[in-house]
């Protein structure tokens, strides 16, 4: 099985004090060279600062101010947490969320998984696989939920319909609070599901045929060459996956909007959904960006947890 | 993170600029769009007459339509037209928020401004007295019903329930009779919240009182009680209001366009979306009613209203009360002008023209323009009649003065409760709404 562990480096190789290559700034010839390199970094340094981090403080700000955006703002400091903390949807914004993240993950994540794994099988008409899987992703979202509102239809909609003819329903998938957001995930997972199946695909070619090969001489079964083979040959693409997937669950807006707008009773209402609320529908910035700042702040530190423990999972 | 950047990024401001030959660009909401022939000509006769008429001004139309995800991003941002057109659902919030400008002062300069329907320009005042805007096609929400479906069940479509016992009878044979919904209630994306307040007022209700400049909710009164226990029983009871639950108002036209729906609550504007939009064929099949009433005698008004935002300068603002003044004032008070936007209007057979609409200014005013634009009318004034004739005996009710918004937050989940649990406790559900956005409204007062 040692074969089966490429990636495995000696301990000693990341403690290495006498680098291999000399960094950049001992190769130039000093100031120079580096003022040049700045030179041409500040376009991008300027671009970015002022369409990806101004706004980040400006919200930032926005959250210690009251403001209709138009007089000027008025310094409240930490009221528009205080009325955030105590708005009960809060919670239900929170745990709805966090319902969906790890629904998410119960059917949302392995399924693109097992979806490759089989279609790396297949070698007849790949193509056509592949093109049918991917084909959700290119439709656009409000289009697609649309026909799911159809598919999950309690009157004449096509799954009542279909498990009418087997004795089963008719189901209220989006009018009761007990199966919405399930119903949300599974068309998330449709939706978003070819993207994670091509990368998986693409990462399933570049593992070498010979790992499969000597598993199978070694007596492995298919479960088993699965099991001590692929999974860890994909393990830092499982691990990518994994965050982007968390970070985009958390972030479920789309869906909910949609489908129910929140209901039944609050049953859909996600965290992005509720900051939408405060912003667009009560016309109070100051407490949409509070909430948007408390969960860039949870998924930073979520990211950060995160990549520290795959870190020293992927050098175990 | 898209949202963070969104609500930062709006705050810059981009007042207007002037042409470069020195003309004064007045940018304005209301162009209808290139599939609307007739009323793009219109339109555009209009932006000619007006700068004829004002050398210096240049008009320059925006199909631009009103819409919740970006309206407000917009409006803070200061990226609005110099004349902006919103359902009338959003002034009194937009004038709590200083986010539009008084024209009163200019506005007064015409000399009909004093004909106004006081009850048409309430929600559009202020409690200073200034006015914010001018309305067009304004409207009382009232019962829309298909007559077809009416015919099917047995039921007189000339003679639609007049109160909410004999909508739920009704609801319940067309559900009988027919399979289809009876009669549904919106329930999603404020909507539910807004449609239990007309509910509440027809019973003699309100969502919210006033007491020294405070406002509070009062969500727990039984008027509103009694709406949701007629819902809950047409619901479980009598099985009366169809299986999809969850509908804002634009799923719920859909599906009386297509036949599908017996009776729901709207205004005769709908007739419009219905046929336009939504594609009804048998547009003979629209009914409206006035709203049913049990005790209240009161139906909640709605129309689309032109407003002046706060971003317009000064030069910008005077040019766009002339332009409201020019455009939606004067032709809904003279007969000749009403007369001829009528007969351009009419050569389109995909038109609506003649769907009542409350008096802008008196009813006798009213009248002559009906009469003036009558050889035009395509759509089927009879089937309007129960509607027009009954409107005259209830009371017009604006929407709650502060934050309505936030009420109908609040509401949207009871009403979805009421819809989709058999055992939803109505009180204590009023109960905690009305404390969680008497929570909010509180700390917005402070």
């Not at chain 1, 708005?87 to 993950?105: E, I, K, Q, R, S």
């Not at chain 2, 909401?29 to 339109?43: E, H, R, S, V, W």
Request: charged fraction near 20%; aromatic fraction near 10%.
């Amino acid at each position: 099985m040692a074969l089966l562990t490429p990636s495995r480096r000696p301990a000693a190789v990341s403690k290495d004090p006498a680098p291999r290559t000399l960094p950049l700034r001992q190769r130039g010839t000093g100031a120079r060279k580096q003022f040049t390199a700045w030179l041409f970094l500040v376009p991008a340094l300027l671009v970015f600062g002022l369409f990806a981090w101004w706004p980040i403080v400006r919200s930032m700000l926005l959250s210690f101010q009251k403001t209709n955006l138009v007089d000027p703002a008025v310094w409240v400091g930490l009221d528009n947490f205080r009325t955030l903390f105590d708005d009960p949807l809060l919670g239900t914004a929170v745990g709805n969320t966090l319902f969906f993240v790890v629904l998410g993950l119960l059917i949302g994540f392995p399924a693109p998984l097992i979806l490759a794994a089989i279609m790396s099988t297949v070698r007849r008409g790949a193509g056509v696989y592949r093109f049918l899987v991917y084909l959700p992703v290119v439709i656009p979202p409000v289009v697609a939920i649309l026909l799911w509102k159809w598919f999950y239809d309690p009157g004449s909609g096509l799954f009542n319909n279909v498990l009418g003819k087997v004795g089963l329903g008719p189901y209220s998938w989006l009018e009761s609070s007990d199966s919405a957001m399930l119903s949300l995930v599974l068309e998330s997972t449709w939706a978003g599901m070819g993207g994670a199946v091509l990368i998986y695909l693409a990462a399933m070619v570049g593992i070498p045929g010979e790992l499969y090969e000597a598993a199978e001489m070694d007596g492995a079964g298919i479960w088993r060459r699965i099991w001590h083979v692929m999974l860890p040959q994909l393990r830092s693409v499982i691990g990518l996956l994994l965050l982007v997937q968390l970070i985009n669950t958390v972030q479920v807006f789309t869906e909910p909007y949609v489908f129910t707008g929140g209901g039944p009773e609050n049953s859909t209402l996600t965290v992005l959904l509720l900051i939408f609320r405060y912003a667009f529908q009560d016309g109070d910035y100051g407490q949409a960006a509070a909430l948007s700042f408390l969960m860039v702040l949870t998924l930073a530190l979520l990211s950060a947890v995160y990549l520290r423990a795959t870190r020293s999972w992927s050098t175990s | 993170m898209a949202l963070t950047a969104t609500l930062a990024g709006c705050s810059s401001l981009t007042p207007s600029s002037a042409a470069g030959d020195g003309d004064l660009v007045l940018r304005v909401q209301g162009m209808p769009p290139a599939t609307d022939k007739p009323g793009l000509a219109l339109f555009k006769k209009q932006v000619a007459d007006f700068e004829k008429a004002n050398p210096g001004i240049k008009v320059k139309g925006s199909t631009t339509v009103f819409d919740p995800l970006t309206f407000s991003a917009k409006l803070s941002g200061g990226n609005v037209e110099d004349v902006i057109k919103v359902p009338l659902t959003e002034p009194p919030r937009l004038i709590q928020q200083k986010q539009v400008q008084p024209i009163t002062g200019q506005l007064k300069e015409w000399e009909h401004f004093k004909e106004f329907n006081p009850q048409v320009l309430q929600p559009l005042t202020d409690s200073a007295g200034d006015v914010y805007g001018v309305p067009q096609n304004p409207y009382a929400q009232g019962l829309v019903y298909n007559r077809e479906l009416f015919e099917k069940a047995g039921l007189d479509p000339d003679t639609p329930p007049a109160t909410w016992a004999e909508v739920r009878t009704a609801a319940k044979k067309i559900s009988d009779s027919t399979g289809k919904a009876g009669f549904v209630h919106e329930s999603k994306d404020n909507q539910g919240g807004w449609q239990l307040a007309m509910l509440t007022y027809a019973f003699g209700g309100e969502l919210q009182k006033e007491q020294s400049g405070t406002y509070t909710a009062t969500l727990t009164g039984e008027p509103t009680k009694k709406a949701l226990r007629l819902l809950k029983d047409m619901r479980w009871k009598d099985d009366s209001l169809g299986k999809t639950l969850l509908n804002n108002q634009n799923d719920v036209i859909k599906q009386f366009a297509a036949g599908q729906v017996g009776m729901f609550m709207g205004s005769p504007g709908t007739y419009r979306l219905a046929k336009m939009q939504f594609g009804m064929e048998n547009t003979d099949a629209f009914g409206a009613a006035p709203m049913p009433q049990s005790g209240g005698d009161a139906t909640l008004t709605g129309g689309d209203i032109y407003m002046v935002p706060k971003s317009a300068d000064k030069k910008h603002a005077a040019a766009a009360v002339d332009w409201l003044t020019f455009a939606y004032a004067k032709p809904q008070y003279s007969t000749d002008l009403a007369a001829e936007q009528a007969k351009a209007l009419s050569a389109d057979p995909k038109s609506a023209v003649g769907v009542p609409t409350l008096p802008v200014f008196d009813k006798k005013r009213q009248t002559e323009i009906d009469a003036a634009i009558k050889p035009y009318v395509n759509v089927k004034l009879q089937n309007f009649k129960p509607y027009i004739d009954g409107l005259s005996t209830l009371k017009l009710k604006p929407e709650p003065p502060y934050q309505a918004q936030k009420l109908y937050t609040a509401l949207d989940p009871v009403v979805q409760a009421v819809l989709t649990k058999r055992d939803a406790d109505i009180d204590s559900l009023l109960a905690s709404a009305e404390k969680d956005v008497n929570a909010k409204l509180a700390a917005d007062q402070k």
